[in-house]
């Protein structure tokens, strides 16, 4: 058996589950789920997410918008088009592909979004609630990095879970997650300066820096469960944050750069938008 967990695989499956959970939902409620998302520019990466994105919706049988901004639009502008998506009983999921031009507050953009339409779960009141162990939307990433780490089917509680990153979109919500399944968490970033010694102590390590290989196997405690959300582009070869190669027989389970964390993402984003169309459709 394979100690490497395939997003690839995993993120099929969801993404067939959801497919028969939008057939149940438009037997029950006469419509499928409807993720807007709005995309500033045209910049190609942010391009091929939004792209990614619109064709799982469409695969899953859900209904999706994409909606094209010029690059100059104003901030009032692009806060005015949200408030009309929350304003839109057909709309059940918003979604701005980050980043925005730089003369837009990202900040104002992520507050106008209804945060019972957040399928991003970037709101500070999903942050909130996800702090507190309320009932959130969670962000997308660390969501399925948990359903990883579910399918491994060790049990997390008392574990110890190293998570390398801050960010808000990965570092510091997995961070939290994992603290909700009993985890007992470290989160360690750019000025943490004993990482190799709280590395080899953990038994769950979640790298999300964005530094090629910089997690290597002299870090790593035998039997440790390794997940990567590094996406380094070394020449033409994606890479993640771990040196996969060297780490992987000594860990119990690791997931791949790429097919590992990234196709969790888009499933995960799915899941969202069926929980947003929920509280939408339940909430009038
Ligand atoms: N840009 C890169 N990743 C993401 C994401 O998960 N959500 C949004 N809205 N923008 C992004």
Redesign the pocket.
């Known amino acids: 058996m394979s100690n490497v967990i395939s997003g690839k695989e995993l993120s099929k499956e969801i993404r067939k589950n959801v497919k028969k959970r939008v057939e149940e939902l438009k037997n029950e409620y006469g419509k499928s789920p409807h993720l807007a998302v709005i995309l500033v520019g045209d910049d190609p990466a942010?391009l091929s997410?939004v792209t990614a994105k619109e064709r799982a919706c469409l695969r899953a049988g859900m209904k999706s918008t994409l909606i094209r901004k010029e690059i100059s639009i104003t901030e009032t502008e692009l806060l005015q088009e949200i408030e009309k998506l929350n304003n839109d009983n057909g709309v059940h999921g918003i979604?701005?592909?980050?980043?925005v031009p730089k003369h837009i507050n990202t900040n104002k953009v992520i507050d106008a979004i209804d945060y019972r339409k957040d399928v991003?779960g970037?709101h500070p009141l999903n942050i909130a609630y996800l702090h507190m162990g309320r009932k959130a939307i969670y962000?997308?990433?660390p969501k399925g990095i948990m359903t990883m780490l579910a399918s491994t089917k060790v049990d997390i509680e008392g574990k110890s879970a190293l998570v390398i990153g801050r960010s808000n979109?990965v570092g510091k919500p997995v961070a939290m997650l994992l603290l909700k399944e009993n985890a007992t968490v470290t989160i360690a970033h750019s000025r943490t300066r004993n990482l190799k010694e709280l590395a080899l102590q953990s038994d769950i390590i979640v790298a999300a820096v964005g530094r090629p290989n910089m997690v290597t196997e002299d870090m790593v405690k035998p039997g440790a469960i390794i997940i990567d959300v590094g996406v380094n582009r070394v020449g033409d070869k994606l890479v993640g944050d771990v040196d996969f190669d060297n780490v992987k027989d000594k860990a119990a389970f690791i997931t791949p750069v790429p097919g590992g964390v990234g196709p969790m993402?888009i499933a995960t984003?799915l899941e969202n938008t069926i929980e947003t169309f929920l509280v939408c459709e339940n909430d009038k």
Not at 95 to 99: D, E, K, R, S
Request: charged residues 5%.
């Open positions: 942010s997410y979604l701005v592909q980050l980043p991003d970037f962000p997308a990433t979109i993402t984003l």
